[in-house]
């Protein structure tokens, strides 16, 4: 395990970016606009527990049960449990390996693998059953997220309900230059092919920066001083 995190640290130094993917992480520990930004917030626990306490229980269930490369599986648990609790935008990162995790374990689980040899024996009636299970799950899925895309205005990739028309209106009368926007659709201005005042890299913007933009749309004298800045 040593020898092969070493290894890692040295490729990833061979990389084009060099140091940089390092520095770059240290930055978003450290960055203070992440507070500005709700994906980049502490979820309070309750919801935490809510959205990743049973993959939780089932990795940390399983590795307590068979323990196999349980170093390894448990830097991989630490790791990425600690950045999911202090962003929520990476719990991604966290289910997916807590998944594996629990895989692999279970792969190691003689009762479960019967149960899997006696299940998959007859094709018909696992796909039967295994079918709507899938769907049911993907159903689920795709709601929870649909649902939180709408909530940010966000219905597919290259779609932006209150960014469209003025994105048309700006293509309409060939405006082009300089322009102020808000946070929330400055990815969308960049996919319509126009230059941004600011986009959802909060971190390579600054703290500073990103809150005075996010204020400067209610705060007329911000908005006077970063046009004169600007």
């Given amino acids: 395990l040593f020898w092969f995190g070493l290894g890692i640290v040295a490729a990833s130094f061979l990389s084009p970016n060099t140091y940089h993917t390092y520095r770059f992480l240290f930055q978003l520990l450290g960055e203070s606009s992440n507070t500005l930004i709700r994906e980049w917030r502490i979820k309070p626990f309750p919801e935490y527990v809510r959205d990743c306490g049973v993959f939780w229980a089932l990795a940390v269930g399983t590795l307590l049960l068979r323990r196999k490369d349980a170093l390894f599986c448990g830097l991989i648990l630490g790791v990425l449990g600690a950045f999911s609790f202090r962003m929520q935008r990476l719990e991604v990162l966290f289910i997916l390996g807590a998944v ?3 895989l692999y374990q ?16 007859r094709p018909g009636r696992a796909t039967l059953i295994a079918l709507p299970l899938v769907g049911g799950l993907f159903a689920w899925i795709h709601g929870h997220g649909l649902k939180e895309l709408r909530r940010m205005n966000y219905d597919g ?3 932006s309900a209150h960014a469209e028309e003025a994105c048309d209106f700006l293509d309409r009368e060939k ?6 926007n808000n946070y929330d659709i400055g990815a969308y201005l960049i996919f319509r092919g126009h230059s941004v005042f600011i986009d959802g890299r909060n971190a390579d913007y600054g703290a500073a920066f990103t809150e005075n933009a996010m204020k400067a749309g209610y705060d007329s004298a911000l908005w006077a001083q970063l046009d004169q800045t600007y």
């Fill in 100 to 102: 594996g995790v629990t």
């Fill in 106 to 121: 279970l792969r190691f689980y003689a009762p479960f693998q019967s149960s899997l040899t006696t299940f998959f024996r």
């Fill in 157 to 159: 990739t290259g779609i």
């Fill in 175 to 180: 405006i082009r230059g300089r322009l102020f």
